[in-house]
């Protein structure tokens, strides 16, 4: 009878035993999840705000062909910030990369900041030539001209007191422009596609 009530005992001991650390490890589990969705940096994020070809609006823009833009990147982390070394800019129409230009010099850009990217491509940085500027108005007459801008880094992010490894980041934002060489407002303000790797 002893034995009996001895093994009834350790099994509920052993039922008990086990419904506590099945909690326990549900408990730690869901600890480390948020520890590590909290730590885990986010990437930034980008939008093209401005993009202007100036010379559409005139006849001879070939011979002062230029290229502006403005684009934004948001460190959207709380806590983390991202080192970007040298930031370059490259602009292609249909596929032909036409322009590039360096943007910044490595910097840090810390938690929940925005940063404005400005650029130009103008004279050595813009290879328009005489053949692809027809091809420009060809389209600006058909009501719009499509460009690709592309942001080029390596980023790495400071997390707490520690340097993740380095990313190599590309970032494509494709853009509309007018007749008149602005940027359309249906591609203002348009977030960015951006690759890490």
Not at 24 to 42: A, C, F, K, Q, Y
Not at 94 to 103: A, E
Not at 125 to 144: C, D, H, S, Y
Request: proline share 5%; with cysteine; charged share 15%.
């Amino acid at each position: 009878m002893a034995a009996v009530q001895s093994e009834k005992y350790c099994q509920g001991f052993t039922k008990l035993l086990t419904i506590f650390l099945s909690i326990l490890l549900l408990l730690l589990g869901t600890i480390l999840l948020i520890l590590w969705l909290s730590l885990r940096p986010h990437r930034p994020t980008f939008h093209i705000i401005d993009f202007t070809v100036p010379g559409f609006a005139q006849p001879s823009g070939f011979n002062d062909s230029r290229i502006t833009f403005n684009v934004t990147a948001r460190n959207t982390n709380k806590h983390n910030g991202i080192y970007y070394d040298s930031v370059a800019g490259l602009v292609f129409y249909r596929d032909q990369q036409i322009g590039w230009t360096p943007l910044m010099e490595p910097f840090l850009q810390g938690p929940k900041r925005t940063t404005m990217l400005y650029g130009k491509f103008c004279g050595v940085t813009l290879t328009v030539t005489g053949k692809r500027w027809p091809e420009f108005i060809n389209a600006r007459k058909q009501g719009m001209v499509v460009f690709r801008l592309q942001i080029t880094s390596v980023i790495k992010y400071k997390i707490r007191t520690w340097d993740a490894k380095h990313h190599k980041m590309h970032v494509n934002c494709d853009v509309g422009v007018g007749p008149k060489g602005s940027i359309l407002p249906a591609w203002k303000n348009k977030k960015c596609h951006a690759h890490f790797g």
